[in-house]
């Protein structure tokens, strides 16, 4: 099992950088594939990034493509998701998620941490 804590949210003006950070405990870090999520005031939850557990593989949503850029650190037990470029509509509550194996996917993820919020003015 793995608990899942984020820093990093806060409020941006469009076009600034923030980088978001979620720490996991436990011994089993590496075992996990990590997953980025988001969701804005009014809207579902939507995938944003994700890694594979050797870190060797990374997806992201259309929208955050060429912008965001999520990674991985082994020794800090941590994955970060800096995000460059951005926009109002990035606005929302970001999510950290952990699911065991290998491959890097878009759902299915079985821990949460409890959220950062980011907000971007235009």
């Known amino acids: 099992q793995v608990q899942l804590v984020e820093s990093g949210g806060g409020l941006v003006q469009a076009g600034g950088s923030l980088r978001l950070s979620c720490l996991a405990s436990?011994?089993?870090?590496?075992?996990?594939?990590m997953g980025w999520f988001r969701q804005a005031p009014g809207k579902e939850r939507e995938f944003v990034a994700a890694?594979?557990?050797?870190?060797?593989?990374?997806v992201y949503a259309d929208s955050v493509k060429g912008r965001f850029t999520i990674s991985r650190d082994f020794a800090k037990k941590t994955v970060y998701l800096q995000m460059n470029s951005l926009k109002p509509d990035d606005t929302g509550v970001y999510y950290c998620?952990?699911?065991?194996?290998?491959?890097?996917?878009?759902?299915?993820?079985?821990?949460w941490g409890q959220g950062t919020r980011v907000t971007v003015s235009s």
């Open positions: 890694i594979s557990w050797s870190g060797s593989s990374t």
């Open positions: 998620a952990a699911r065991p194996g290998s491959m890097v996917v878009t759902t299915e993820y079985d821990y």
């Open positions: 436990g011994r089993t870090f590496s075992m996990y594939a």
